[in-house]
Structures are given as structure tokens and as C-alpha cells.
Nanobody
Framework: QVQLVESGGGLVQPGGSLRLSCAAS????????MGWYRQAPGKQRELVAT?????????ADSVKGRFSISRDNAKNTVYVYLQMSSLKTEETAVYFC?????????WGQGTQVTVSS
């Protein structure tokens, strides 16, 4: 069973940076593409960034040049990271990790990111 656990969220001022982490277990990591999504209050969940098994990346237009997704499966626990910079107040949301493209689709529970002065 795939388990995804996000961490790294918190309160940050506009223009600040955060690094989110997603620890993945219970999967053969190399079989899955991974992604970060976010959901703001009253809005639908939206794609932020994805990274394929071949490490090809894709970003929402709104975050290009400011966010960076990466994956590290060299360790015992594999991780997917989202480095976020120049954060905006409208990017306040719960950020979710997703594993897809393999035998099943799985979501983490999310981590809250609040961008506020």
C-alpha cells in the first residue's frame, strides 16, 4: 500500500521561500510519476508541478521560474521535494503529494502553506 506523508508547510511572508517534502513508502518508486497539487479554500485542487520517472518536469504557468520539483530515490525512504520561492498570498493552500502512473493512484494528507504578512 502506497503511503505519502507531506511535511515542510507553515507560515511564510510574501516573497519568502519554503521547501516541501513528501516521503513515499510502500511503492516501487521507479514505477511512479509524482506530483504536487494544491487546494485553496473554496477552490478546486490544482496541479502545481509533476516529475516523471525519467525526471521530466512540468509546471503550472503560475509557478514557472519560482518553484522547482525534484525526486530522490537514492535513500531508504524516497522523497519528492517542492522548492517554492517568491511566494504570493494567493498561494495559501493545502499542498498535496500525489503518486500516479503506476498500479494505483495515491494522495497524501496534505500540508498547509500560509503566505501572509
Amino acid at each position: 500500500q502506497v503511503q505519502l506523508v507531506e511535511s515542510g508547510g507553515g507560515l511564510v511572508q510574501p516573497g519568502g521561500s519554503l521547501r516541501l517534502s513528501c516521503a513515499a513508502s510502500g511503492i516501487i518508486f521507479s514505477m511512479y510519476d509524482m506530483g504536487w497539487y494544491r487546494q485553496a479554500p473554496g477552490k478546486q485542487r490544482e496541479l502545481v508541478a509533476t516529475i516523471t520517472r525519467q525526471h521530466r518536469t512540468n509546471y503550472a504557468d503560475s509557478v514557472k521560474g519560482r518553484f522547482s520539483i525534484s525526486r530522490d530515490n537514492a535513500k531508504n525512504t524516497v522523497y519528492v521535494y517542492l522548492q517554492m520561492s517568491s511566494l504570493k498570498t494567493e498561494e495559501t493552500a493545502v499542498y498535496f503529494c500525489k503518486a500516479f502512473g503506476g498500479p494505483e493512484v495515491s494522495w497524501g494528507q496534505g500540508t498547509q502553506v500560509t503566505v501572509s504578512s
